[in-house]
C-alpha cells in the first residue's frame, strides 16, 4: 500500500510526474482536485501552494519544457558563440528531443480536447517564452546594424517563429517515420527558410522547403 508522501518532498516537479503519469493511465484528466489529491496520498493544501487548477498544471507543463530546454542548451559552452540560426536550430532540436521523451503525454494533452482554443490556452505561456526568445536572438542581431533599414521586425520575427514551432509540432505528431527524422528535416529547412528571407538570400531553400512539404502531403 502507498504511504503518504511526506509534505517536505511534495515540489511542482513532484505533481506534475504525478499528473502527466495520471492522465495516461486513466485516459482523462482529474475531474476534482481532491480527488486526484487523495488518491496520489497529496495534501490538497500543498496542491495549491504550487497550483490553481488542472489548467494550470497543464500550462505549467509546457512552461517546464521550454526552461528545461533552456537549461540544457546552456550547458553548451560554445551556444553563446553560435550564430543566431544555429541557436534557433540549436533550440527547436532541443525541445522536440525532449517532447519525444514526453511523447505519449504531449499526444494526449493536443488530442484529448479538438478545441483549438483550449488547445492554445495550454501553449500560452510557452508562447510567451518563445516569442522572447526569437525576440533576443533578433535584438541581438541588429545591435550590430548600423541602417534602420537592414534591421529585422521583432515583433514580426517572433510571431514568425511561433507560427513555425505550432507548424512543426502538428508535423511531429504526424511524423510516423523512424526516430522523427522527417521532423529533424522539416525543422532544418523551416528555420533555414525564415533566416533566408530574413536575410535577402536566394529562394533555392524556399523552393526546397516547398517541395518537402508537397512530398509529405502538408500543403
Sequence with gaps: MATKAKTSKITDDTIISIYMDYVLEHETIPKSIYKFCKGNKIEETIFYEYFGSVHS????????FYTNTELLIQKNKEYGQFSNKDKMLTFFYSFFELLTLNRSYVLFALQNDKSVMKNMEQLKGLR?????????????????????????????????????FLFILKFWMDDDSEGFEKTDIAIEKSINTVFDVFDNTPLDNIIDFGKFLFKEKMV
Design 57 to 64: 498544471i497543464q500550462k505549467a507543463i509546457w512552461n517546464k
Design 128 to 164: 510567451h517564452h518563445l516569442k522572447n526568445f526569437a525576440t533576443e536572438l533578433i535584438n541581438d542581431g541588429n545591435a550590430n546594424k548600423t541602417l534602420k533599414i537592414t534591421k529585422h521586425n521583432p515583433k514580426l520575427f517572433s510571431e514568425g517563429a511561433w507560427l513555425q
